[in-house]
Structures are given as C-alpha cells and as structure tokens.
C-alpha cells in the first residue's frame, strides 16, 4: 500500500479530492467492521493504511470516523497504532464522536501488556479535546504509579498534555507534584528526564502569574536537584543529557570549587559524539565561569577543538548551526582564535550560508601576524567563486582595512580588484574605498588615480554608484574631469531610478562647484533644476535647500558642503553590547543562528494581546536613535505625516518664484498638486465606497497622542477581513499597503513585520470634525486574513469606518 | 528546551507531504503550506536552513530526494533539532536496511509513523536507539514480546531495557563464532595554493566497528596515539617505544565507551552494542601524510586556447595503491573541442560539470601520472570577464593506508565465559575536500 504519489497533487489540504474514494473505505470498513472472519486483520490494515495515506496527504477522511473506532476492537498493535494516529488528528475536530474511542482508550490503559498501556496512554492525551479531560485523570495518575517504566514515561509527557489542554485540571489532581516526586525517585533516567521537561515547562509558563510557580522553578535549580541530576548524568540518554546540562547551565554555584567539581565531572562530556550534548556542555561551562576570567579564557582554548570537530563533520546542516555559535565566540574573543584562522577558510563546495559565516569570522580574527595571509585567501575568494561571496569577501578585505592592520597592502588589493573589471567587483570595491577614504583621507592620492579611470557608464548599483559620486564631489580638485564625469551623469537624470544617487548627485555637484566654479556651474545649474523637478521629496528638498542657500549666502553654502572633516575613527557598531551579551546567555538556541536574543522573535507569539503600549514605546525609542529598534526594521516610522503637512500651495509658489526656466514639469507638477487638494475635498481619484463617511486628507496624529488614545479608547470594532490574491502578492513590504491607504485617506502610524505577517497602525480623521479613528491591522499572507482592530472617538461612526477600510483593504493590489 | 518540535513533515522534492506528524497544537495546520510558499519556491531553500516564518521557525534539511522539515514556536536548540533529524534518518535506514529516499518512505509509511510516535514526544526526544527500538518495535507487527502470549523468542526484560542502563545492548546474546572488524576510515581535507602551499589540510577519521560477540564483552582497544603511549609508559615505568606516535587534536566516541577511564587511563574501553556501529571519531591536522600531490599548470593562450599539464604524484608506500582516482581538473563554460593525452587511466570532457574527467582504476604508489590536454574555446564577443578558475577536486581510495598514521596496537576482549575472538583490522584513506588551485 503506497500513497497514491501521482494522482494527489493537490498541494492544500484545504482542497479535499478522492471524495468517491473515501465513501469506497467507508463502505468496505463497515463491513470489516464486525466481521471475526480470520484473515480480516490483514483487510483491515490494507484499508487502515489507505486511511492514513490520505491523512498524510491532505484529504480530509474525517467522515470515517466511526467506522474507524468500530473497527478498533483488535489486538493486533500496528492496527491500533494506526488507529491511535488517526484518532488523534481528528479528534479536535470532531469531539463528539472523540467520546466514542474513549472507552477502548480506556480499557486499553488497563492491558496487561505495559506496550499497550503506554500506546494508550500517549494517545489519549494526544486527543487534545478540553471537555474530555475528566477521563484523561485516572489513568494518567495510574500511570505515574504503574510498575513499568515505560507507562511512566509515557505519563510524564501526559501530564504535560493535560496541562496544555487544561491547566487547571492539571493542578487540581496535583500532578505537578506528583512529577516532582517521580523526578527525585524514579530508578528510571528517561522517567526523570521527562518529569524534569515538564515540570520546566510547566512551571516556566505559570511562574510569571503565580508566586509559588516561580519559587517551584528555583527549585529546579537548587542545588539538591542539580547534584542529584548531576550524578545519574551518565544513565541519561544523550538527549536527556542535553535537558540536564541546560538546566544545570542556569545554576549558579557559591563558590569556585563547586564550579571545577562541576566542571571535572563533565569535562568527558566534551568527547562525546552526540553534537547537541557537547554544545550543552560547552554552553554550561561558559556560564559556570563568565566571573572567572582566567578560568573563562582557559574553557575557550578548551572547547576550540570539540567545536571544530563539529563544524568539519556532519551535514552542512548541523555544521552551519555549530558554525554560529562559533561565530559569536569568535565576535566575542576574537583574539583566542587568531591562530586558528586556517579552519575557517572555506571550501568550495560548501553552500553559501556556512561561507558567509567564516568570512565574517576570518575578518574577526584578522591580525597583525596573519592579515596577509587572510587577506591573500580573501582575494582568492573575490577572484574565484561564485557573485555573493566574491561580494562577501571584497567587503571583508575593506573591513579588515578598516581596522588598520597592515593598511598600505589591502588598499593596493583593493585597487588591484578595480582592475579586474567585473562589474560586482567594482561595485564593492567602490563602496569600501569610499569608506576607507573616510576613515583614512592621507591614501587619497592614491586611489583617486585609479578611481579616476572608472567610468561611471561601468557602474550600475546606486550604493557603488553613489559611493563613487561622492568622492568625485569630495575629490574634485584632484580628479581631472570630475566636473565633466558629474556632467554627464546629471544629463542622465531623468533614467536614475535610486533617489540615492540622485541625492549625492546633488551634494557632490555643490562641492565641485565650489572648488572649480567655472567648469562646473552649467552641471550646478542643470542639477538643481532637475532637482527641484524630482518627484521624490527628499531630493526635492534637498535642491531647494542648496538653491535658496546659494541665494542667501555663498560662503555660508560653501561652509555647509565643504566643512573641514575628521576623519572617521570608528564606524557605528551595529548591536549594542547589552544585546549581545543576551544572545550569550541563550547561548545553544535559536538567538544564535538569528543573532538577536529570543523576545525579539519570540515575543509576539507569547505576548497573546498584543502589548501594544509598549510597542509604541519602542517607536519612539527608535525615533530617538536606539540603534536596537533601528536595526531590526521591525518597525518603521511612516513618512506621511512629513510628507502632508508640508503645504501643496507653498511649494507650489515656491517653485514658481524660484527659477523662470523651470522645466514644464515643475508645472505640471504643480498643476497635479492643485488638482489633488481639489480632490480632497471629496472628489477623490477612487472615491470612497461610503459617501456617508468622509475623511480628512491630511489628517495628522502625532505618536504620543496615538498612543494616549490607544490606551483610553475601548475596542469599537473587531473582525476578521479578507485580502485579494493579487493583493497578498503586493504586499511584500508593510509600505506598498501603507501607500495603498494613504490614497483612501487612512494614514500609517507604524508598520513592521515581515512575511507573512504584518502588523500595522493606521488612523484616520473625520473631514469635517476633529474624531480620530485608530485601527490596529494584523495581516497574514499566508492566510490571505487580516485582523482587524478599530477604537474611535466617536463609537457611532466606527461601522461606517470599519467598512470603509475594509473595502479600501479589499482592494489592496487591484490597481 | 532542547527541541519541542511542534511538527515534522517529510516532503519530496515537489513540495509533497510524505509524512506529518503533528506533536503540538501551537502552530497552525497550514505550516507545510508556509514552507512551501516562503522556502521552497523562492530562492530562500539554499540560502540557509534555519527560517523564521510568521512567529515559527522552520529547520529543514535534505536528505537525498527527501526534505525533512522541523517546525518550532519557540526558542529551540537547534543543533539538538538536527543531531535529532540525522539520528532519525539512522535509524530508518536501519529499519529499511539502505537507502532513505522517497520511495523508501512511501513504502514504509506506517513504519515511520509507528517510530516518529516512540522516538518524539510532544516534541521531546525520547529512546532513538536501534537496537532497543528494534526490540518492541517490529514490522511484523505481531504483540510485542512481552505479552502474555507465547511468541518464538521471549525476551523477558525489553521494557526494563527500553529505558535501563546499558542502553545498547541486550543480554543473552549468543554468537558460534565470536568476531570483531574493525574499520578505520579516514578522510583527508586539502586545501592546496596554486603554488603548491599547503593552505589547510586536515584529517577526519572514524572508527567503524561490526561486533559479533556472545555475552557482554569488554573490550580495550589500543592505539599509537601519543597521550595514550605516554600515559601507558607512565603507568609501566618504561620509555615509550620508539616508533610514530600520533596526537589526536580531538576525540569523540560512542556513548558506550568510559569517558572517565578513557580521560584517566587514555585507553578506550567499552561494552560495544551489537553489530555495527561508530566506535569514536578523531581530527588530526598535525602531521599529515598527503597520499597525492598535484602540480597543474594552465596557461591561457590567447582568447581561444588553454593549454592544461597536470601531473599528479603518489606518495605513499610502494607496495600499497589507490582506488578508484578520479582527478576533476576544471574548463571553462565554453569549451569547444578538447584533445588529451595522459598516461595511464582515461580522461574525458565532461561538458555538465565543465572539466576534464580523469579517472584512474588502479595508482600505485611511489609512481605519476600526467595529463596534458589542449582546449579549444568558442570565442566570445565583449567577454573580457576572465575565466574564475575553479579547484582542481579529487576523489580517492587508498586500503590499508592512513593519512595520520594512526594504528591499532591491540583490542582486547575480555567476558566471563572467557571465549576466543577473531579480530579483524582494516585501514582505509579516501579523499574528503581534496582541493588544489589552479
């Protein structure tokens, strides 16, 4: 019996096929159902297996429900394993007819035979029904004190199924208790493994609302328990181990000779071959010895040998997971790894993600006595791989520079990548030369010779682009033609699509100006015209800026460009040591491999309501250049606001008064504002669906009151809508929704997530009074849903809102 | 936590559910959904096997034509998770007896499902041993051994053992011939510069063992390492022999070997589980024998020609030979026509992998061997991009030889009815990344 491979393609469950199929089991397992002709086991697991085939492949064979639990009555253990499997994946949905196998559950967690009692037993607590519970605590208590080891096991886990189904039947038959009797005398490890799991569990999620939880989980790590653990280590299973050693890495001793007993006694721990249980151990050392310098450095030089056994063997997999924790060792110490920095070259087949890795950790490592040698490999790298590592490596030689071991070679390697006129090359080149140019201005002599060979038709990334305009602007006296290199790349305005370079454009054009003023004015003058015509804001202002600087004063202006620099001495580190040192803690987690610590990726999940105050909060902290929030691009401050309350009409006049020779497009422009504001008032180019409704087209909230509201308001409205299919594939950033809004009036207060899920804050202002409505949206791509949340000042206005939103969602990615 | 997995799929290639085995409630229904949409059909599948979607993240690996997916919600051990998969994947080869792919998986669905239940739960790893698993889990099906039913084989412990103490093995075992082969398999890494520097070179070794032993056996197994010879002089009061000693960098073994007396004594003791199984792994980076050395040279000739010379030279003992050499020595992309000569083997373009295939049944050593070829190339138009040179990989075998020089120098076996044992001793060296610049 094999799943039938080819003809199931459909690839959603939500899609059930093989209907005739299913009615066919249905039918032919009534009939076995009675039947004690010999012989009929065997028909049974045929159609047994059919079942679970479909089960596995998404067709919904719920509807055979009852004539599954008839046909259980068996002694045959495959047949009720398979049994066992389906009842429990329909149960939930299904709990009326869930009832039905609780009988033979029931008697079969009385079997004599300890096999069946345990099967039972697990599948009875795996049925996941809340209302049948009641039947779930006799024989789970039964099974704490069965005879045989393996129910017991079994029931360890029970409980912590019981407690997830229904925490307070848990604590009713005080099975906690019961588990931390078992945990401190069961003569069986994997019975004490499982009784230490859940009660961790347990306790770890009741200790943030009861006191007596949160002294329960101390408890765990008192010292009693942890010795007591510590000494059956070795009849643990490898990845009872592993619960052990991480429980054990939260205990801090009193004093430094229980630290080294610890220590001598797990040290043999390092040489065993299960991976998972050498990361354990190195992470408990770690801990046990972060107060003792000495003694922390000496567990580094040990360790390093068992971790690099664990990256060079096993899947590139596993090796990519000890890989990370390598790294952030590394990043932590990476003196102790100087001389090791042979191990981290890469190989060439290795896949990308465990190259990227060691790239970083070779820049890390560098130093005075093996920068050539790394830089050489590097350059082999940028030289000889594929495109994203050769960009990997280019940037690790300019990092490496950057720290200034050895600086006068790498530029010369640097300049020598230039030469090899690759596009990608080139472009990364040109960013870290800029960047070592600002950090080191006394090699400009050297690089703007060379710099000055590349045409600028060559270079197509903006960063690389933008990299190389700037040090034409900053440059410019020393580089023959920078004013007519600047010159043509302002002719091709119009086709450069990053506001970026256009940005830098402007800027280094003002510098040139200022340094060679003749060659350059007609290149200003264009530049600034463009400019000023630029559809995007920024640039926009930024040309409007410089002419009306210009106009004021032109030594001002010159000063402003031009201002005496320092050299950089240090470029902004990315985390903050804090953060680091939370991932450290979690060390042999996921916070490694995502380098951020777990409420960042965690949190959201087990916030349930989400904490929205302090969501907020962390806006305006970002706002206020907290590097953390800043990085994470979680979330994102909307430029709306800026955008709206700067006056159309203003602009508009500024524009006129500023330059005859505008380009039609400035008035077109102009025109278009005029006609936008027209539209304001209700004419809208896609008008709004409720006439009974109107919103106020620049509507401004700023975050604090937002916030205030936010918590005053109660919930007026709360539903579930819907996003087209065209408009789950628009939304591939929070943005293309906010800009999606902003036409229909609805203004994105913050937004962040990423697929495929989304969560953003939206508010929106009555045309004609001052009612604010705030609305908290939560979608999922995946599900194609949104969630939404509406509060308002005005509670009878908010149906009206709700349906106008979703019918301006609605029709989200349709344009 | 170490893994609490919530779910684990098993997905072809396709993208179609093979196996899933939902342990947790904590995550949606439509997670394979997820996977498919955010990894599988996007880029993202190579670029890294850990991924957060939504709050779960999603550990996946490939295993032959076969993705095995973990899904977590919470902040999971992710080593553990895939130590976990790999175990896993042991253990059902050993159950199929070879290969893990598709078809086998399809074929022993009700299996896999029957040991996902025993292996994992509620997303915690329980018992993964083959041997105690094998016990009470069969594919015949029948009631296990230990009801009241009269089977052919009682084993009267299998639940105390399920969980006890020796966990690898089963008492009352009984063999007519009492044997044991012991297989050193070692794997040289070589990262070699364009001008013959050795950049990075390594060796992982592991000692395979097949044991087929009455009783509970002890057994002590001696090697040339250098701590181990030391300490043994040590406790004999003697010099240490002349001779090679080798300094193991690292060592990791079975969990049946004593670490404590391996760490106090440095001998290697053990109550072995029966039949096959991976004694200890090592690493080694000092003292090295390369078993090949390669000299290429490659001169480009205009746009259009390449001249290739590689020599390739053996240096281990006269009397011994390598296996089934096959030497990868790279082209560009547009290789037109190519004309080689070498002087043993046969040599081929291969236009899918873009190099000059040479192969090499039997090399024996102290010999060489070259290979000069001419490439023709189509001329490109603007193509000044010069060609990325790849490695030149090479593939090897070499019995009875090992790159660190490790020995065995003897392997006890000690058990109460004081039973003869013939003991069997293989050395292999097979080439791991043998890479060479060009």
């Known amino acids: 019996m094999v799943p039938p491979a080819q003809s199931q393609r459909s690839p959603s469950p939500s899609q059930p096929s093989g209907k005739g199929e299913v009615s066919d089991l249905k039918m032919q397992l009534r009939q076995l159902a009675g039947s004690r002709a010999p012989g009929t086991d065997d028909s049974k697991r045929d159609l047994f297996k059919k079942v679970i085939s479909y089960m596995t492949i998404g067709i919904d064979v719920s509807s055979v429900f009852s004539e599954m639990v008839m046909c259980s009555a068996t002694s045959d253990i495959v047949l009720k394993k398979m049994c066992y499997l389906y009842v429990g994946n329909y149960a939930k949905y299904n709990p009326d007819l869930a009832l039905l196998t609780i009988n033979f559950l029931q008697r079969d967690c009385k079997d004599e035979d300890p096999m069946i009692r345990g099967l039972a037993l697990r599948s009875l607590g795996s049925l996941r029904v809340p209302n049948l519970v009641e039947y779930l605590v006799g024989p789970l208590g039964a099974g704490l004190k069965d005879g045989n080891s393996y129910v017991r096991m079994v029931a360890a886990v029970g409980v912590l199924k019981l407690y997830h189904i229904s925490a307070s039947t848990c604590f009713d038959a005080d099975f906690p208790a019961l588990l931390k009797h078992l945990l401190l005398n069961d003569p069986d490890a994997q019975v004490v493994a499982n009784c230490l799991s859940a009660l961790q569990e347990i306790w770890g999620q009741e200790a943030s609302s009861s006191e007596e939880a949160a002294r329960e989980r101390e408890a765990l790590i008192s010292k009693p328990i942890i010795y007591y653990l510590l000494n059956r280590i070795k009849e643990f299973s490898e990845w009872a181990q592993c619960t052990v050693l991480e429980l054990v890495s939260k205990y801090a001793p009193p004093d430094s000779n229980e630290i080294f007993d610890i220590m001598n006694l797990l040290e043999d721990r390092l040489q065993h071959a299960n991976g998972a249980v050498v990361l354990a151990t190195i992470k408990l050392f770690l801990q046990l010895t972060l107060s003792m310098t000495d003694v922390h450095q000496q567990v580094y030089e040990r360790i390093k040998a068992p971790l690099l056994t664990l990256v060079s063997s096993g899947s590139p997999e596993q090796s990519y997971a000890v890989l990370s924790h390598l790294h952030l060792l590394v990043m932590r110490a990476p003196m102790l790894f100087a001389s090791d920095y042979k191990h981290l070259y890469c190989q060439y087949n290795e896949p990308f993600y465990v190259k990227k890795l060691k790239l970083e950790m070779l820049t890390a490592v560098a130093n005075e006595s093996n920068t050539y040698e790394i830089v050489t490999e590097l350059c082999e790298y940028a030289a000889n791989v594929d495109i994203p590592i050769a960009r990997e490596s280019i940037r690790a030689v300019g990092k490496i520079a950057l720290e200034q071991y050895d600086v006068n070679a790498i530029v010369d390697r640097l300049l020598q990548f230039l030469e090899m006129e690759k596009d990608y090359v080139t472009a990364e080149t040109l960013v870290l030369v800029k960047d070592l140019l600002r950090k080191y201005p006394q090699w400009s002599h050297d690089c703007i010779a060379v710099i000055g060979n590349i045409s600028s038709n060559n270079v197509q990334e903006p960063k690389a682009k933008a990299a190389l305009i700037w040090m034409l602007g900053e440059y410019a006296q020393d580089m023959q033609d920078a004013p007519y290199a600047l010159e043509g790349l302002i002719d091709d305005w119009e086709d450069e699509t990053s506001p970026e370079v256009r940005l830098h454009l402007l800027t280094a054009v003002m510098k040139c100006f200022f340094r060679r003023p003749p060659e350059t004015q007609k290149a200003l003058g264009s530049a600034l015209a463009a400019g000023l015509a630029d559809m995007h804001q920024d640039v926009h202002d930024r040309a409007l800026f410089y002419y009306r600087l210009l106009q004021h004063n032109i030594s001002v202006a010159n000063s402003v460009v031009n201002p005496t620099k320092q050299a950089v001495s240090v470029f902004a580190d990315t985390q903050s040591s804090e953060i680091k040192d939370r991932i450290f803690d979690e060390f042999n987690s996921l916070s490694v491999l995502y380098q951020k610590p777990c409420y960042m990726f965690t949190d959201k999940e087990h916030q349930g309501p989400f904490a929205f105050s302090e969501e907020l909060g962390n806006l305006s902290i970002g706002v206020d250049d907290q590097r953390v929030e800043a990085n994470e691009e979680d979330l994102l401050l909307s430029t709306t606001r800026k955008e709206d309350s700067l006056p159309q009409q203003t602009q508009g006049a500024l524009l006129v008064s500023l330059d005859q020779n505008e380009p039609a497009a400035a008035h077109a422009q102009q025109t278009n504002s005029v006609i936008d504001d027209l539209f304001g008032l209700g004419l809208s180019s896609s008008p709004s669906p409720s006439s009974l409704l109107k919103l106020n087209a620049k509507a401004v909230l700023d975050p604090t009151t937002f916030q205030q509201k936010w918590r005053q308001l109660p919930v007026s409205t709360s539903q579930e809508g819907s996003i087209s299919p065209q408009g789950v594939a628009a939304m591939t950033t929070p943005q293309a929704l906010v800009r999606h809004m902003q036409v229909h009036y609805i203004h994105c207060i913050a937004s962040g997530g990423q697929a495929p899920n989304f969560k953003l804050f939206f508010f929106a202002q009555k045309a004609d009074e001052p009612s604010n409505f705030l609305v908290e949206c939560i979608i999922n791509t995946s599900t194609s849903k949104a969630h939404i949340k509406i509060k308002a000042d005005d509670e009878s206005a908010s149906q009206a809102f709700s349906a106008l939103f979703q019918s301006a969602l609605s029709k989200f990615g349709m344009a | ?438």
């Not at chain 2, 080869?93 to 086998?104: L, T, V």
């Open chain 2, 1 to 438: 936590m170490p893994v609490s997995a919530s779910a684990i799929y098993f997905l072809n290639l396709r993208g179609d559910v093979l196996i899933n085995r939902l342990y947790r409630d904590d995550v949606g229904g439509n997670m394979v959904d997820a996977f498919r949409l955010h990894i599988m059909q996007t880029k993202e599948l190579g670029t890294c096997p850990v991924r957060q979607i939504g709050g779960c993240s999603f550990f996946y690996m490939r295993i032959s034509n076969v993705y095995i997916v973990i899904v977590v919600s919470s902040n999971a051990n992710v080593a553990c998770a895939f130590k976990f998969v790999v175990e896993a994947v042991n253990l059902f080869k050993s159950y199929f007896g070879g290969a893990f792919d598709e078809d086998a998986i399809r074929n022993n669905f009700v299996l896999i499902y029957e040991l996902l239940d025993e292996i994992m739960d509620f997303g915690y790893p329980q018992n993964l041993s083959p041997e105690i698993l094998k016990l009470y889990i069969t594919q015949e099906g029948v009631r296990s051994p230990f009801s009241s039913k009269p089977t052919d084989k009682p084993v009267p412990n299998a639940t105390l053992q399920v969980t006890g103490a020796v966990g690898w093995r089963r008492e009352g075992l009984v063999y007519k011939k009492n044997e044991v082969f012991l297989d050193i398999v070692e794997s040289v890494n070589l990262l070699m510069s364009s001008k013959g520097s050795v950049l990075r070179c390594d060796v992982t070794g592991k000692i395979l063992m097949k044991c087929f032993l009455s009783g509970m056996p002890d057994l002590k197994l001696g090697l040339n390492d250098k701590i181990g010879l030391e300490k043994e002089a040590e406790i004999k009061s003697r010099p240490t022999k002349s001779g090679k000693t080798i300094e193991l960098d690292d060592v990791t073994f079975h969990q049946c070997v004593n670490l404590t007396r391996f760490n106090s004594e440095k001998t290697v003791s053990f109550v072995p589980p029966d039949g096959e199984f991976e004694l200890m792994k090592y690493r080694i980076t000092e003292g090295v024998n390369l078993p090949f050395r390669v000299l290429p040279t490659i001169k480009e000739l205009g746009r259009t020609r390449m001249e290739v010379n590689v020599k390739v030279k053996s240096v281990f003992g006269a009397k011994m030979f390598a296996l089934g050499v096959v030497i990868k020595v790279p082209v560009p992309k547009q290789t037109a026509k190519t004309s080689v000569q070498v002087t043993s083997g046969r040599a081929k373009y291969n236009a899918s992998m873009d190099c000059l295939m040479w192969k090499i049944r039997k090399f024996p050593g102290q010999t060489e061997s070259t290979l000069s070829a001419e490439v023709e190339l189509i001329s490109t138009i603007a193509e000044k991009k010069s060609w990325t040179r790849p490695p030149i990989q090479m593939e090897f075998q070499v019995p009875m030889f090992t790159a660190s020089g490790l020995r065995v120098r003897f392997l006890k076996v000690w058990e109460k009815s004081g039973y003869n044992t013939v003991e069997w001793v293989r050395y292999i060296t097979k080439a791991g990344a043998y890479e060479i610049r060009c």
